[in-house]
């Protein structure tokens, strides 16, 4: 556990996922990826899928950031994209932390990708019945432009939304549908940013841990340390030249501020700083793995 200003923070794996190389680099070739990654025979790579946790210890708020797949998968689906779900390691890190799941104020969906927001909630008892949210008493944060887009996807990126996984949102009081493009909150000692590049109105916190550092949960911004790379662009971003620009951007940030960074997908690094002295940003020290 990692204590930093007012906040406590973990970095939990909840689950691993294989998708694509080529579609995780776009145009970058093999050649320059494979190295780093762990490839499968169907030229799949491994990802974590990340819960940050957060507990603000003046207000005793606990903050979860994304959620991962959870646990609705048929065999079949899982398989295709090499799903092995721990949603349990969410309420081991809870423990740990001397709390639980009922204890959860607020859970932040970045985005509404299947692998970010499916553990949000997990069938009640049997498959395709009812549903039941894992955090019964959190409010769930996500915005509300993200969320239109979600319920009325592009053809190109309607396989990444599981309506299962978020259409009950619509209609539970513990939905938080942040709007606007400067989005705020009442949970203390925390702000959003915005990025597009990925898909529109993905809602990033940032934590203020005091002096003007802070802790940035850049989601699919930038999904793992390999993508801090300005051009090493997702083919899944919907606007990659706003995700290049963004990351710009990130890297500007963490010169002046020296933010801390958090990854939603790295196998091995949950919370970094970037090391930005050099040409090329690059992963500094790892202060969660
Ligand atoms: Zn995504």
Not at 196 to 210: I, R
Not at 263 to 288: A, M
Request: charged share 25%; glycine share 8%; with cysteine.
């Amino acid at each position: 556990m990692l204590q930093l200003g007012h906040w406590q923070f973990e970095s939990v794996i909840n689950g691993t996922i294989r998708l694509d190389g080529g579609a995780m680099f776009g145009v970058v070739p093999k050649v320059l990826w494979s190295n780093s990654q762990n490839i499968d025979l169907k030229n799949r790579i491994l990802l974590a899928t990340r819960t940050l946790i957060a507990r603000h210890i003046p207000s005793q708020r606990i903050v979860l950031v994304d959620t991962g797949t959870g646990s609705k998968w048929s065999d079949d689906d899982a398989e295709r994209y090499g799903i092995e779900s721990n949603p349990e390691a969410i309420d081991q890190a809870l423990a740990a932390m001397g709390t639980d799941a009922d204890a959860v104020t607020d859970v932040i969906a970045t985005h509404l990708h299947f692998d970010h927001c499916g553990g949000m909630s997990e069938w009640d008892k049997a498959p395709g019945g009812q549903l039941s949210v894992r955090f019964a008493n959190a409010r769930h944060w996500v915005h509300r432009e993200h969320f239109q887009h979600a319920c009325a996807p592009t053809l190109r990126d309607r396989a990444s939304f599981l309506p299962v996984d978020f259409k009950w949102l619509d209609e539970d009081p513990r939905a938080e549908f942040v709007e606007g493009d400067q989005p705020t909150s009442d949970i203390p000692d925390l702000t959003f940013e915005l990025s597009h590049g990925h898909t529109p109105y993905q809602l990033l916190p940032v934590f203020e841990l005091g002096n003007g550092s802070e802790l940035f949960f850049v989601g699919d911004m930038a999904p793992t340390g390999a993508h801090i790379l300005p051009a090493w662009v997702m083919a899944y971003d919907l606007f990659p030249l706003k995700s290049v620009d963004e990351r710009v951007a990130l890297a500007n940030r963490c010169k002046e501020r020296g933010t801390i960074v958090a990854f939603p997908h790295d196998v091995k690094r949950g919370i970094v700083r970037l090391d930005v002295s050099g040409k090329k940003p690059r992963i500094g020290e790892v202060l969660c793995p």
